[in-house]
């Protein structure tokens, strides 16, 4: 009788472990492995570029380290042409599995589809490495295993499904603290990729990135498919109360509500909802800007991977290469900890709404972008991640509230869309802003941030109308429950039509 007690009281302790801890370390691992792979493949394109064109630096001890201007001009060209060929074959397939993946999460579940991204992850991480153990392997590889990792989905699809499933697992009261975990496990993820990435390379060379993400991948397939618990497909039905209509998940499988319609994908009734074909416009409206929200933060964060290396190497700032990795460290670990402390802390012990968090932390970026712009020292350089505290807040405010707003069905074809709007946002913000800099640069170079800035304050206006325009009678935010409002004098069988959503006139 004792080993059975100590045994049971095991397997519930256990259980009780992968309630709390289950989607969070994947989504950490992804990010990290995805953070060692970017950098890693340019730098090693780079080198490869230089020795083709010239073979004679195979005989120096520094390679490619000491090129003359001409020399560098030529092979940053080269190099360039093939970062565009190679993005171009994997953000094509990525597109595509995102709406694919995003369909087929919302049929059978989120988390039968977590080991996919990182098998073929895996099998592009395999051709990464053959690639680096031959120096005069041809580059062409690159392109197959960049289409694979694409085929997958990536890290975006691997992030979509995590937020999908906290969404589906996690009550209303804790899902924008849950939300913030998984931000804050990205960001963590970030941090330590870019800080593993530098001296890994120096000391090992590239093999040793493509051997460590082939671990970190296999162990993520083993992890999402033995760890991650099931999340059940939770069918759902609606309540109502004296003045607002509620959407509640119920496990009756008598209930033939919400069961949609087999002629329209979950995906396009997704996009249904964000470009407002259901009957209560305002909701469509919320989701559609709320997408638009998370998409400029987006924006910003890839303008500044873009400028800012350029931009702190230039005068007044001049920051080493080892200066400028202590920066981004610091701006991400600073992030993660508003992520982890301040987001989840106040979710629980005060009663502010989603959208309140969500404009508290993009005003936090507004400040971070006019503070880089007008920066002149690295004195005042290394006080942006004190201002970068609450930059990270505003994804997961917007995440938790979109989760509550549509119905259980329909929350990966949103993320997918989230997804979708982040993958084409990057491309048009990469060749946007590498354009604008050098443009620039003369007479302000801190103009991108400035410009960041005002793409924020857009946010920042749509958030604000948000919170003047839907009003208590609209919509009720209790707790961080963001409920809709019905008018029960105007509630008859054809309102209730489960074919219909959730949103009413």
Not at 261 to 277: P, V
Not at 384 to 390: E, I
Not at 459 to 468: A, P, R, Y
Request: aromatic residues 12%; glycine residues 6%.
């Amino acid at each position: 009788m004792g080993a059975n007690a100590r045994g049971f009281k095991f397997k519930q302790a256990l259980k009780k472990v992968r309630n709390m801890i289950n989607v969070e370390p994947y989504m950490l691992l992804m990010s990290l492995a995805s953070n060692m792979n970017y950098p890693s493949q340019q730098g090693l394109i780079f080198q490869r570029v230089c020795l083709n064109q010239f073979p004679e630096l195979n005989n120096s001890s520094h390679k490619c380290d000491n090129l003359t201007d001409n020399q560098e001009d030529s092979v940053k060209t080269v190099a360039s042409h093939w970062n565009l060929v190679l993005n171009a074959f994997f953000y094509t397939p990525q597109l595509l599995a995102l709406i694919v993946c995003g369909n087929l999460s919302d049929r059978f579940g989120p988390k039968r589809f977590l080991p996919i991204p990182s098998f073929l992850c895996l099998m592009a991480t395999l051709v990464y490495l053959w690639e680096s153990m031959y120096e005069d392997a041809p580059l062409w590889p690159y392109m197959i295993g960049n289409f694979l990792q694409g085929l997958g989905g990536g890290y975006l699809c691997s992030f979509m499904l995590g937020y999908s499933y906290m969404s589906l697992k996690s009550s209303e009261e804790k899902r924008t603290s849950n939300m913030s975990w998984g931000e804050a496990a990205s960001n963590i993820g970030t941090f330590l990729g870019l800080l593993l990435c530098g001296p890994l390379i120096d000391n090992f060379g590239y093999k040793s990135i493509w051997v460590a993400n082939a671990s970190v991948y296999s162990w993520l397939i083993l992890y999402s498919i033995i760890w991650i618990p099931g999340s059940s497909k939770r069918r759902q039905v609606f309540s109502w109360n004296s003045r607002y209509t509620r959407l509640q998940a119920s496990d009756n499988s008598d209930s033939t509500c919400c069961h949609g319609r087999l002629e329209l994908t979950s995906h396009l009734r997704g996009l249904q909802l964000c470009f407002g074909e259901y009957r209560n416009v305002a909701a469509a409206v919320i989701v559609t800007s709320l997408v638009y929200v998370i998409t400029i933060c987006d924006l910003s964060g890839v303008a500044e991977g873009v400028v800012s290396y350029l931009y702190t190497k230039d005068d007044p700032i001049n920051l080493t290469q080892s200066e400028f990795s202590y920066f981004l460290s610091a701006k991400y670990l600073s992030a993660s900890i508003g992520s982890i402390l301040i987001l989840p802390v106040c979710s629980r012990k005060f009663q502010f709404s989603d959208l309140f968090y969500a404009t508290a932390g993009i005003t936090a970026r507004m400040a971070t972008e006019v503070y880089m712009s007008v920066c002149s020292s690295k004195f005042m350089l290394f006080f942006v991640p004190v201002l970068a505290l609450l930059s990270n807040i505003v994804s997961p405010s917007c995440r938790s509230l979109i989760s509550k707003v549509v119905p259980h069905d329909q929350i990966s074809s949103i993320f997918s869309i989230v997804a979708l709007c982040e993958c084409v946002i990057s491309i048009t913000a990469s060749v946007v802003f590498s354009a604008v800099y050098p443009i620039t640069i003369g007479w302000w170079s801190g103009f991108c941030y400035a410009l960041i800035a005002v793409i924020l304050l857009t946010g920042l206006f749509v958030l604000s109308v948000l919170k003047l325009k839907f009003s208590p009678d609209q919509f009720a935010l209790e707790s961080g429950d963001f409920s809709i409002s019905c008018d029960m004098n105007t509630v008859d069988d054809e309102t209730l039509d489960p074919n219909r959503g959730i949103f009413f006139d």
